[in-house]
T-cell receptor, first 114, second 113 residues
Framework: SQQGEEDPQALSIQEGENATMNCSYK?????LQWYRQNSGRGLVHLIL?????REKHSGRLRVTLDTSKKSSSLLITASRAADTASYFC??????????????FGSGTQLTVLP | SQTIHQWPATLVQPVGSPLSLECTVE??????LYWYRQAAGRGLQLLFY??????ISSEVPQNLSASRPQDRQFILSSKKLLLSDSGFYLC????????????FGPGTRLLVL
C-alpha cells in the first residue's frame, strides 16, 4: 500500500508563481524525502527532512514536516518552466540497521506555463 | 563520484519471452540496491532489494526474479514475460548509512506485446 499520498495529483501554474504540493503518510517515519522525475527519466533526490525537523530550505525549495498530522509540504518559489515534472514524496520508516526502504506516493504532476 | 547505469533504455518483447535487465553502480562499495516498477502516471512499486551479494528480498510475488552476482551489479529477470509486466523499471542504490536517500538510474521502458 502507498505510505505517502500527494495532493494535488496535478497542478498547473504560470511561470513566476509559487507551487505547493502536499504529502500525507500513515506511520511513524525516520525521514521524509522529495524526489523529482522528468518525463521518462529516473528520479532525482531533491531534499530530505528528518522526523525531528520542522522546516528545511534548499535554494527555491522549502519543505515542512508536521509529524503530528503526518503530513509534509513542498513549496517551489518563483517557478520556472524547467520545474515542470512529477514530484514524489517518499517516507523512510525502516528500523535501525535494516535496509533503508522508501515508500513512494503516487506523485504530483506540476506544469509551469511560460 | 557515483554513477548508476541501466540498460537497455527501451525494450519491446513478445509475451512468453525471457527478460534480463541490468543495473550497475560505479564509485561506491557495498551499496543497497533496489528494483522498482512504475506504471504510467503512477508511483513506484518496490520489487526487490539487496543488501549484499547474493542477498535478495522480494516485496511483491510475481514472475520476476532478481540476482546480485557482484557487489555493484543487480539483474532483473523473467523466464516468461506477461503483458502485465509492461512498465518503466528503475534501479536505485543507497549507502549503508542511517539515511536512506536513494539514487536512481535512467530507467528501462519495457513493452510486452
Amino acid at each position: 500500500s502507498q505510505q505517502g499520498e500527494e495532493d494535488p495529483q496535478a497542478l498547473s501554474i504560470q511561470e513566476g508563481e509559487n507551487a505547493t504540493m502536499n504529502c500525507s503518510y500513515k506511520t511513524s517515519i525516520n525521514n521524509l524525502q522529495w524526489y523529482r522525475q522528468n518525463s521518462g527519466r529516473g528520479l532525482v533526490h531533491l531534499i530530505l527532512i528528518r522526523s525531528n525537523e520542522r522546516e528545511k530550505h534548499s535554494g527555491r525549495l522549502r519543505v515542512t514536516l508536521d509529524t503530528s498530522k503526518k503530513s509534509s509540504s513542498l513549496l517551489i518559489t518563483a517557478s520556472r518552466a524547467a520545474d515542470t515534472a512529477s514530484y514524489f514524496c517518499a517516507t523512510d520508516a525502516g528500523a535501525s540497521g535494516s535496509a533503508r526502504q522508501l515508500t513512494f506516493g503516487s506523485g504530483t504532476q506540476l506544469t509551469v506555463l511560460p | 563520484s557515483q554513477t548508476i547505469h541501466q540498460w537497455p533504455a527501451t525494450l519491446v518483447q513478445p509475451v512468453g519471452s525471457p527478460l534480463s535487465l541490468e543495473c550497475t553502480v560505479e564509485g561506491t562499495s557495498n551499496p543497497n540496491l533496489y528494483w522498482y516498477r512504475q506504471a504510467a502516471g503512477r508511483g513506484l512499486q518496490l520489487l526487490f532489494y539487496s543488501v549484499g551479494i547474493g542477498q535478495i528480498s522480494s516485496e511483491v510475488p510475481q514472475n520476476l526474479s532478481a540476482s546480485r552476482p557482484q557487489d555493484r551489479q543487480f539483474i532483473l529477470s523473467s523466464k516468461k514475460l506477461l503483458l502485465s509486466d509492461s512498465g518503466f523499471y528503475l534501479c536505485a542504490w543507497s549507502g549503508q548509512g542511517a539515511v536512506g536517500t536513494q539514487y536512481f538510474g535512467p530507467g528501462t521502458r519495457l513493452l510486452v506485446l
